[in-house]
Structures are given as structure tokens and as C-alpha cells.
């Protein structure tokens, strides 16, 4: 988490520094990312990042903590969580999540980064405690909607959970590799339909 030192900069200055960082990490992977190039973009002392931050992975935690807020506050604003029917309140989730990676591309590419960071030695188990998150968010939803009588109650709910993230998360990948013509919005309704049939007591 940032030093005081950091917290004491004028909101600008801290913007400035903020877009830098996530625009270094977000063009490479952790271990390529270099903080060299964050300080020449800005115009700084390699020493000021240090006041900042204790260190590279300390910069990082706490870019993706900002990113994430970011984003969450975003999806919420711009879907309806109360929407009866849980698939189309997960549809609409999932597209708002999209309208946030178009308008904030920087902070998109780099979450997407992000959720592929499972090999630097350094971050730890980062990338396993965000699955276990972003599972365990879902496994509450899901089993929510079994009470509810909506989702089949004798699937696992822990497995119906991981599977859901993990069919997001391809489908982001699948995304990607697409042409930006391509409507995107089509894709995600195949995939709600899927976890629908699979998934809805009918």
C-alpha cells in the first residue's frame, strides 16, 4: 500500500503517476514491467517511486486493488443487480464490464494481464487468492438462487461457481482475438444461454 508520502501529493500528480504505472504493467507482463520506464514517462527520480511505494510488487498490489474498484464501481452503476432473473442480471454484468474495458482501455489491458499473471515467483499466490474471490463471490450468488429455486439444486455450487468464472474469463480471451467490428454483445448471450440450459431448474 502507498507510503504517506503518496497520499500527500496533490490528486493530480497522483493521477499522473497512477496512469504511468498502469500503462507500463498493462503494455508488459510483472517481470518485464520496469519501473525505469514508469519514472522516465513522468518525468521523476527512479528514488520518488520508493518514497511511494516500498517496492515493484507493492506498486502492483496496489494498482490492482485501484483497478479493481475502479472497474466494480463502474459494472454497478451501470447494470441492474436486482434484476429478477439471474442471467440476465449476469449478462448485463458481464457487458457493463466490457463497456468499462472500451472506455478505460489502459486499466482493462491490465486487469486482462492481471487474471494471466500465474508464473512470476514474486506475486505469490495472487493469481490463485483472486480466483478464490471472484469463486467464492459467485458460489453466494449461485447458492442464493438455488434457495430461490432457480438454479438446479444438486449441482455443486462451488463447481457451478468456478465454472462460471472460468467460462468468462475464456470468453474475455476469446474476445480479444476478435475484430473489433465483431459484436461482442452477440458472443456473450451464446455464452449466457449455455450456463442457462446447463444451469436454470426448469
Known amino acids: 500500500m502507498p507510503k504517506p508520502t503518496f497520499s500527500k501529493l496533490p490528486p493530480e500528480k497522483q493521477a499522473a503517476f497512477i496512469e504511468a504505472a498502469l500503462r507500463e504493467f498493462a503494455q508488459k507482463n510483472y517481470e518485464s514491467a520496469s519501473i525505469n520506464a514508469i519514472v522516465q514517462h513522468l ?29 466494480q464501481a463502474f459494472v454497478q452503476h451501470h447494470s441492474k443487480p436486482t434484476h429478477p432473473d439471474f442471467f ?11 463497456a468499462f474495458d472500451a472506455a478505460h482501455p489502459v486499466v482493462g489491458r491490465f486487469l486482462h494481464n492481471v487474471a494471466q499473471e500465474k508464473h512470476a515467483s514474486e506475486l505469490g499466490d495472487l493469481h490463485a487468492l483472486m480466483l478464490r474471490q471472484s469463486t467464492n463471490y459467485f458460489q453466494k450468488l449461485v447458492e442464493q438462487e ?16 468456478f465454472l462460471m468464472v472460468q467460462i468468462s474469463t475464456s470468453l474475455g480471451d476469446f474476445l480479444t482475438l476478435q475484430e473489433a467490428s465483431s459484436n461482442h454483445s452477440d458472443y456473450v448471450a451464446q455464452m449466457v444461454q449455455i450456463m442457462r440450459k446447463g444451469l436454470e431448474n426448469a
Not at 49 to 68: G, I, T
Not at 88 to 98: D, I, L, N, S, V
Open 43 to 71: 518525468g521523476i527520480a527512479k528514488g520518488s517511486v520508493y518514497q511511494y511505494f516500498e517496492n515493484k510488487k507493492d506498486l502492483y498490489l496496489y494498482l490492482v486493488e485501484y483497478a479493481r474498484r475502479q472497474k
Open 88 to 98: 440476465t442480471r449476469f449478462q448485463e454484468m458481464y457487458q457493463a464490464g466490457m
Open 146 to 161: 438455488q434457495k430461490n429455486g432457480r438454479i438446479r439444486p444438486e449441482l455443486d455450487s462451488l463447481v457451478v461457481a
